[in-house]
């Protein structure tokens, strides 16, 4: 076999070639070997046959001879080639052997198809013939190399002639040419069958491989694996029956997965939106999902192949903290709005206040202005003394303000401490700023829109209680209300909402709390949020 991968090797070092094209080669390359290893072994095989099938049949025809009461008769006379070579002769023909030689124990031919030899000396050994046994071998005599049996003639108990019967080794070889002649039709067939099998499967494999060859498709896969791992947005590869084809690291990382590779996008334990949007192919640009604790970016391009379907690409980026500095950005912003609204108040009251000075009414003016300055210093004093942190109380003096703005009374329960957190700041922030936007969006249509908050924590626990006089919840709703995408809100407004009250659910669940949604007093909706330390 050492030379077939030599022209194997030569073939692909002269001839870059396509890895359908090599399995072709060393297909035929090895069914060649093998038809002609077959070949040369039914030869063999064949040889081996005819040699032992003449040697047989020369024992039998000389034995027959030797038997003979008609050999024995004419040895008794004295010109006994008159009565053998006829006989012998007769034999020959009728056997198809090539010789039939009667010698005396001196050697002495008294029969031979070329009846010149008759009278001259047997060439060859007579082996232990003389002895009374029978003796067989491949010899070359007067008429060229043949397979050769000597037998005894007995008369009673002793030897007085012997028989030599032989098969020329050019009979064999015809009739060894005649066996091989199927042989060979068989393994032209197969190799005409083989060839034609190595075509096929070698055709159906430059399909399959795109008639890359096996350097290319090394490389391409290198690369593509180095790149794979190597991209920092997550990667998922889904065929068209909705199964995971392939996976970076950072999809891994990202769903909260070992591995994924052949199991169904439903059985990887993700959320039904992100599932029935990836199984579908719905996923919009930039779909925001929340997959565990990580809020995920979305997005889902068909993979096509010459016309094809294929299945789907699926990138995953992680926009969790970006999410939550976009939080607490909303959340300045407000403030700034609020400030900016209140700056504006101001200014109106201030020119008030001038112009009843202008008007020589300034104990009004004095009343004017001390009446709102108290009402916001009240405020103030009441959210510093209860909150602690100072970002809650920030926050809520924002809320307050905003709500102002948007004509909500927002009143801070007077029982409201914050003396410690057992969660950080930027987490209850979003906790109370999405409960609070959700209640300010409750209350936005109403006439009665009133929104009443209470929030006591320390180190070990926290609790928030943010009730409205909204419009509720229906009660086979409440679970749906923390799912992603859920919203009260329809048409353009909806757009880029259902995702506040998803972030409270998250964090919540981080911390090992409770949310819940009761009846508010005020006749809306009650969110109650417990996490303990």
């Known amino acids: ?117 008759i009278g001259k000396r047997f060439i060859g050994d007579l082996g232990g013939a003389p002895r009374g046994h029978v003796f067989t071998q491949e010899h070359t005599g007067t008429l060229g190399r043949s397979m050769r049996a000597v037998v005894p003639v ?37 190799l005409a069958g083989g060839a034609l099998g190595a075509w096929l499967i070698s055709r159906r494999l430059r399909r399959q491989t795109h008639g890359l060859g096996e350097q290319q498709i090394t490389r391409m896969y290198e690369y593509y694996d180095a790149v794979l791992h190597a991209v920092r947005e997550g990667l998922l590869l889904l065929d ?50 929340l997959v565990g604790d990580a809020v995920l970016v979305v997005n889902q391009a068909e993979a096509r192949w010459e016309g094809r379907h294929l299945g789907s690409v699926v990138t995953l980026r992680d926009h969790t903290e970006l999410r939550a500095v976009s939080g607490e950005l909303d959340t300045v912003r407000g403030m700034a709005e609020a400030l900016r609204a209140q700056n504006h108040e101001a200014a109106n009251r201030l020119h008030t206040v001038v112009s009843l000075i202008e008007m020589d009414r300034a104990g009004e003016a004095v009343e004017f202005a001390t009446s709102s300055l108290q009402a916001a210093q009240v405020l103030t004093d009441a959210v510093v003394s209860a909150v602690d942190d100072p970002v809650v109380a920030a926050l809520l003096l924002g809320k307050s303000a905003q709500a102002a703005e948007r004509g909500i009374d927002l009143s801070i329960d007077a029982g409201s401490r914050v003396r410690g957190l057992p969660v950080e700041s930027r987490e209850l922030v979003t906790l109370l700023g999405n409960l609070l936007d959700n209640a300010f969006d409750a209350v936005g249509a109403g006439a009665d829109r009133r929104v009443q908050v209470h929030i006591v924590g320390d180190a070990t626990a926290l609790a928030i209680d943010v009730g409205d006089s909204g419009p509720g919840l ?55 949020v417990r996490i303990p330390s």
Do not use: C
């Not at 030689?101 to 009846?115: A, E, N």
């Not at 996008?265 to 779909?287: C, I, M």
């Not at 809100?489 to 090992?512: N, P, S, T």
């Open 474 to 528: 229906p009660a086979g709703l409440v679970e749906d209300a923390f799912a992603r995408g859920w919203s009260t809100k329809r048409g353009d407004d909806a757009l880029g909402r259902g995702l506040g009250l998803a972030l409270v659910a998250q964090v919540v669940r981080r911390y090992d709390g409770t949310v819940s949604v009761d009846r508010s007093d005020l006749g809306g909706a009650l969110f109650r």
């Open 240 to 289: 068209d029956e909705g199964r995971v084809q392939l996976v970076n690291d950072e999809a891994l990382r990202l769903l909260g997965l070992v591995d994924a590779v052949g199991v169904p996008v439903e059985s990887l334990g993700l959320p039904g939106a992100l599932v029935d949007s990836l199984r579908t192919g719905s996923a919009g640009p930039d779909e925001i999902h």
């Open 1 to 117: 076999m050492t030379w077939v991968t030599v022209v194997y090797v030569e073939f692909v070092r002269r001839r870059p070639s396509s890895v359908a094209a090599q399995i072709f080669l060393l297909q035929t390359l090895v069914m060649v070997v093998v038809v002609v290893a077959a070949v040369a072994l039914a030869y063999l095989d064949a040889r081996r046959t005819q040699l032992d099938t003449a040697r047989d049949r020369s024992v039998d025809v000389a034995r027959a001879v030797a038997d003979s009461p008609a050999v024995l008769a004419a040895l008794r006379t004295p010109d006994p080639s008159a009565g053998i070579q006829p006989y012998a002769e007769r034999v020959r023909r009728d056997t198809g052997t090539d010789f039939v030689v009667v010698m005396g124990l001196d050697r002495t031919r008294y029969s031979h198809p070329d009846p010149s030899q």
């Open 154 to 190: 007995v008369d009673g108990d002793r030897v007085v002639a012997l028989v030599a019967v032989g098969i020329t080794l050019e009979k064999i070889g015809e009739a060894l040419r005649e066996r091989l002649l199927p042989i060979g039709l068989a393994a032209g067939l197969i």
